[in-house]
Structures are given as C-alpha cells and as structure tokens.
C-alpha cells in the first residue's frame, strides 16, 4: 500500500510503503520506505496522508536493482589464531560497503 508521507529530512512531500509502526511516548513513529528516493526513513503518524490516484499511477523514480554476480563480504575475527581474513557474507554489513566504495 503506497501513500504519502512528509519527510523532514527532504522537506518534500514523498511516495513510501510503511513497514512498521513503533510507539512513542505520544504518537507513533512510522519506518517507511520512500519509492522515489530508495531510503528508507522515520515519519511521525501525523505526516502520513492517502495519496491521490493520479499520484500513485506515475512510475517509480528509483529502480531496485542490482550487480550482477557480487557479493557481499565481511572481516572475519580469529581471537584464538589472531588473524582476519575477508570471507563471504549473508548480507551487507558497514564494513563490506565501505569495502566496496574504495574499490569503486
């Protein structure tokens, strides 16, 4: 279900798909994901609207996409050998993608 939120961080009015709720102190706070900006982001409840039809029917701006045949790494710790070797991961962790700036 895509709607409407407003982000702070971009001061806009954005498309996102909520995918999850957690409550506050006095509201909620909504995890979204924005559909045009590929980021994920914190929305307070009151920023979230019904969007218009014509607003939902453009296409995307962002494209989920990705490369092909890499994968992810990750530094693996040895404290009883002492040593580190970079090894194949699940997912992407901070270090793999800073790994994978520096080689860009």
């Not at 045949?69 to 970079?86: N, Q, S, W, Y």
Request: with cysteine; glycine share 0%; hydrophobic share 40%.
């Amino acid at each position: 279900q895509v709607c409407v939120v407003f982000s702070e961080e971009l001061q806009c009015w954005c498309r996102a798909v909520v995918q999850s709720v957690q409550p506050r102190m006095d509201s909620y706070h909504v995890r979204c994901f924005l559909v045009d900006y590929a980021k994920y982001s914190f929305v307070d409840l009151e920023n979230i609207r019904v969007p218009v039809e014509m607003f939902t029917n453009l296409p995307y701006r962002a494209k989920k996409c990705s490369l092909y045949c890499t994968k992810p790494l990750t530094l693996r710790l040895d404290f009883c050998e002492d040593t580190a070797k970079i090894g194949p991961a699940k997912r992407w962790d901070s270090a793999a993608i800073q790994h994978f700036r520096s080689l860009l």
